[in-house]
């Protein structure tokens, strides 16, 4: 079946540390990308997005990058704090298909204090 | 502004019945997503309305159907529910669908026993 991104991994780090979340994707046509943040019990929660005719773009604590050569989208977040543990959702986006997205399993992020 | 409201919460079913899931999208968003998740497949997409018409459709049985109202509202059905159907159903809405964020409720969550 269609899908992107890595079989949930964990990615534990110190409180403080930068964190970097990779994904993969497959499809060329796809040309929006957007990473999501779901904890425990709740919906995804939007952080950041990106359109493919831009490489990086940055919000606050949070840097998307885009490689459309290899196909690689990663999540870069600073100065990581306990409140960041949770499941981190890659999501693309293919021309013309509406509102239809593909998900990554995710990545899980642990926060140590 | 409210933000994507789905009811039931939470729904205990038996095979071989049948289930109608809700969602109510943000105010003005006319395009409204249907996403399931299960611990083993992640996200999959079920399928998106726009202006009361299916305009995208996943790789699911005909057991699983939807519809929108003139509001914008949407329901979600699957009939002659399978063990397999458990999961969090997820609606998620934007105000065209074409390549931007989306906006997810907190789910349902359907247990079939």
């Known amino acids: 079946g269609e899908s992107v991104g890595l079989h949930l991994p964990t990615l534990s780090v110190q409180e403080g540390d930068n964190s970097i979340i990779n994904c993969a994707y497959s499809n060329s046509a796809s040309d929006y990308f957007i990473w999501y943040k779901q904890e425990s019990g709740k919906g995804p929660q939007f952080i950041i997005d990106i359109r493919s005719n831009m490489d990086k773009r940055q919000g606050q604590r949070v840097t998307v990058l885009l490689n459309k050569t290899v196909k690689h989208l990663s999540l870069q977040i600073a100065a990581t704090q306990p409140g960041d543990s949770a499941v981190y959702l890659c999501a693309e986006n293919i021309q013309d298909q509406g509102g239809k997205l593909i998900f990554g399993q995710g990545t899980e992020l642990s926060v140590k204090p | 502004k409210a933000g994507v409201t789905q009811t039931p919460r939470y729904l205990i079913k038996t095979r071989g019945q049948q289930v109608t899931l809700s969602c109510s999208p943000i105010s003005g968003h006319r395009s409204v997503s249907w996403y399931q998740q299960t611990p083993g497949q992640g996200l999959q997409f079920l399928f998106e309305?726009?202006?009361?018409?299916?305009?995208n459709k996943g790789n699911f049985p005909g057991r699983f159907s939807g519809r929108q109202f003139s509001n914008s509202r949407s329901e979600m059905n699957v009939s002659t529910l399978e063990l397999g159907d458990s999961a969090l159903y997820l609606c998620?809405?934007?105000?065209?669908?074409?390549?931007?964020?989306?906006?997810f409720g907190s789910g349902t969550q359907l247990s079939v026993l």
């Open positions: 309305y726009f202006s009361e018409t299916q305009r």
């Open positions: 998620a809405s934007s105000r065209t669908g074409g390549n931007e964020k989306l906006f």
